[in-house]
Antibody, heavy 119, light 108 residues
């Protein structure tokens, strides 16, 4: 059973950089897309970015200038970096797997990391 | 337009059928997937490619589409189906994922 385990600092000051990492604890790393979704408290889901094992990346145009997604296939991990955070970046951040067999729909989700931005 | 629009809230009587809809021009050319999210939990995939269920999803969940509208139907709604439901697709370029605003389903 594939599980995603994510971690990273959840309390940031404005203008700092959010860094999150997600590890794939079983199964193949290749052949999938790996991504990040966020959810402001009480609001809907927002796609941030995704990457595959070949470093093919896709970004939400509204966040692209502040986001970097990267992958370490040797460790079966992928990471998110969001620069210059503001209060608008608060919420729960999920790492996800896009599954080829489901036309890359997101079939595995991490447990979520709550991000707070406060001075 | 690259937006997906959902009704904010829908209710259904226990054991009855309910349809949750998602509208967007992109759905004329791209398939929708659907996610269920219960309070305090991560979403789970319930429908992909418009009408297919991942393994483990009960067959009371079904998906369909017509024109610019994708639908998630729950036949014989259970109390456990009370949740937020999100539709998702890709934009016209295929490079970016989109989410609808979500529908809160209440089972009465």
């Amino acid at each position: 059973q594939v599980q995603l385990q994510q971690w990273g600092a959840g309390l940031l000051k404005p203008s700092e950089t959010l860094s999150l990492t997600c590890a794939v604890n079983a199964g193949s790393f290749n052949g999938y897309f790996w991504g990040w979704i966020r959810q402001p408290r009480g609001k809907g889901l927002e796609w941030i970015a995704e990457i595959n094992h070949r470093d093919t990346t896709k970004y939400n145009p509204s966040l692209r200038s502040r986001v970097t997604i990267s992958v370490d296939t040797s460790k079966k991990q992928f990471s998110l970096e969001l620069r210059s955070v503001t209060a608008a970046d608060r919420g729960v951040y999920y790492c996800v797997r896009g599954n080829l067999f489901y036309n890359y729909a997101m079939d595995v989700w991490g447990q979520g990391t709550t991000v707070t931005v406060s001075s | 337009s690259s937006e997906l629009t959902q009704d904010p809230a829908v209710s259904v009587a226990l054991g009855q059928a309910v349809r949750i809809t998602c509208q967007g021009d992109i759905l004329r050319s791209n398939y929708a997937s659907w996610y269920q999210q219960k309070p305090g939990q991560a979403p789970i995939l319930v429908i992909y490619d418009q009408k297919n269920r991942p393994s483990g999803i009960p067959d009371r969940f079904s998906g369909s589409a017509s024109g610019n509208t994708a639908s998630l139907t729950i036949t014989g709604a259970q109390a456990d189906d009370e949740a937020d439901y999100y539709c998702s697709s890709r934009d016209i370029s295929g490079d970016h994922r989109l989410f609808g605003g979500g529908t809160t389903l209440t089972v009465l």
